[in-house]
């Protein structure tokens, strides 16, 4: 947008009479007084948009997986997000989401439990887990491009990362809980 009204200012001056350019520019004047008011209006939401953009982008794993996904997302499909549509999920995330979690918590929660447990309980059941994860990985090499595989490596990382900064974590809890013995 930005891009666009430059352009179109461009043109503005570049084709139009200059003369009526510089009256309006003598009619247009700012004054300090105008632009610390403007400042003192925009700072506190800027720093706060800045805080919030470090936060997004700290590198933290935990951070990262949260935020891939949405980003993913909106490069793949960011062409069909109109204003009516995000104003239509906002409404059903404002109202219709937090009824169903508050009425359905428990059941989701337990369903979101077993197949946790089942998953991992097959996992531990299976003998052939090399052989799967091997197999698995030429699949994917072999059908998808490699944009994906670049965004899957990435995601990879970052969950082992996160994985090591969980354990890490937990040792350090375990250490701290076990008294010294004397």
């Given amino acids: 947008m930005c891009l666009l009204v430059l352009v179109m200012a461009f043109f503005y001056v570049s084709i139009f009479q200059k003369e009526k350019c510089l009256l309006i520019h003598d009619r247009f004047q700012l004054k300090q007084e105008d632009l610390l008011s403007f400042i003192r209006l925009i700072l506190p939401t800027a720093n706060t948009a800045i805080a919030m953009t470090q936060d997004i982008f700290s590198g933290q794993p935990s951070t990262t997986l949260k935020v891939v996904p949405v980003l993913i997302f909106t490069a ?27 009425c359905y918590s428990q059941q989701i929660h337990r369903l979101g439990i077993s197949i946790n447990s089942y998953v991992c309980d097959k996992w531990k059941d299976c003998q052939h887990k090399k052989m799967i994860t091997f197999f698995t990985a030429t699949i994917f090499w072999n059908v998808f491009g490699a944009k994906q595989r670049i965004t899957t490596a990435f995601i990879a990382i970052v969950i082992i990362q996160y994985h090591r900064q969980f354990r890490q974590e937990n040792n350090n809890a375990v250490v701290k809980s076990v008294p010294e013995q004397p």
């Fill in 76 to 102: 793949k499909y960011g062409q069909y997000i109109t204003m009516w549509r995000l104003f239509a999920i906002g409404f059903f995330n404002c109202i219709a989401v937090p009824k169903l979690c508050s």
